[in-house]
């Protein structure tokens, strides 16, 4: 009950916050580009009282606990000087960026967090995770533990190099070279293609070893790159789904159902590898669990998610607006107001439909996502 509870709370700060940091980030933008924001607000309204005024601004908190909001000066009319509508074009897209800016950092700062406490991978090595009983790898002697250096005399890079190679040579012996503690050992072992795609061609469970970081700020370079590749996977899955390359039916939209169920899951499953285990009957020890941290991964996948969706060119959200202003680079003028804000309202309209008719599905027959 109190990890239901937990979790609970989990969903709420992080969904909140995220929508706060992407707010901050557009009201950071807008201070330091002399853009003036008449209100920024904590929550949603209505307004429950008026914190205090800075430099021409109102900060508020409301009552709904959903994120915050800028009401910037002269959002719609660029008659209004100081406003957002007269600034020059290249400052309203930096406004604009800084908001899914903002939650993509949120996401490095996560995965920083996440390599502090699990450490570094070396994506460039390969180690042996675990071995199946009575698999072509247990015979041939692999053990966990093993590192991988070479296959057939190929250097190894990383898992999923191994991965394909096993697969393009199915039923052909392969020498490995493995390290073994202080020992380089050979063994050979001959994938085969009657196996199923569970049990793998091998029998084993390939692994990319880590290396304790030696200080935070060691873990920013890969906290950059991780995001990075969150981004381009994220961008490429309509492309995957299309080619086949991804069913459709493992690609399905999570809503706020599916997110809650997410984090109850994984605030369960971290809590639990985190217990003090209970001693047998014997009075030893039981063997302990390496402590996960699914609560982690959620909260990065959130965060990077709402970032990359803020930037597509899609009217009503940050992309769709900066896709607006781009013309005006060009042309030297903006598209009318008016047309602006007809193509944002139906945009709005088509996504608020869209989103109804997912979360409505998310509520009836939530994604079905269980933890390894």
Known sequence: MLTSILGGVIFVVVFAGSILVHELGHFAAARALKIDVDEFGIGIPPRIVKLFRWKGTDFTLNWIPLGGFNRLKGEEDPGIPG???????????????????????????????????????????????????????????????????????????????????????????????????????????????????????????????VVPASSWFATLPLSFQATGQSIVELLSLPGQILS??????????????????????????????RETPS???????????????????????????????????????????????????LLRRPIPVKYQNMINGIGFIVLITLLGFFYIKDLIKPVNITLP
């Open 83 to 209: 406003g957002m509508a007269a600034a020059a074009p290249w400052r309203r897209i930096l406004v604009l960026l800084a908001g899914a800016s903002m939650n993509l950092l949120t996401g490095v700062f996560a995965f920083s967090l996440l390599y502090s406490q699990v450490g570094l991978p070396q994506t460039n090595q390969v180690a042996i995770d675990s071995v199946q009983a009575n698999s072509p790898a247990a015979q041939a002697g692999f053990q966990a533990g093993d590192r991988l250096l070479s296959v057939n005399g190929v250097k190894v890079t990383g898992v999923d190099q191994v991965r394909s190679y096993a697969y393009a040579h199915l039923d052909q012996a392969l020498t490995f070279a493995v390290q073994r503690g202080s020992q380089t050992v050979s063994l050979t072992v001959t994938p085969l293609s009657s196996r199923s795609a569970q049990q793998g061609a091998m029998g084993v469970l390939l692994a990319t070893p």
């Open 279 to 329: 001693t047998s009957t014997g009075g030893a020890s039981a063997a302990t669990t390496q402590p996960t941290n699914y609560t982690l991964i959620v909260i990065i996948n959130l965060t990077i998610s709402l970032g990359v969706i803020n930037l597509l060119p899609i009217p009503a959200l940050d992309g769709g607006r900066i896709f607006l202003i781009l013309p005006e680079l």
């Open 244 to 273: 086949g390359a991804i069913p459709a039916s493992d690609a399905q939209f999570g809503g706020p159902r599916t997110i809650w169920n997410m984090f109850q899951q994984s605030v369960a499953r971290d809590v639990q590898s």
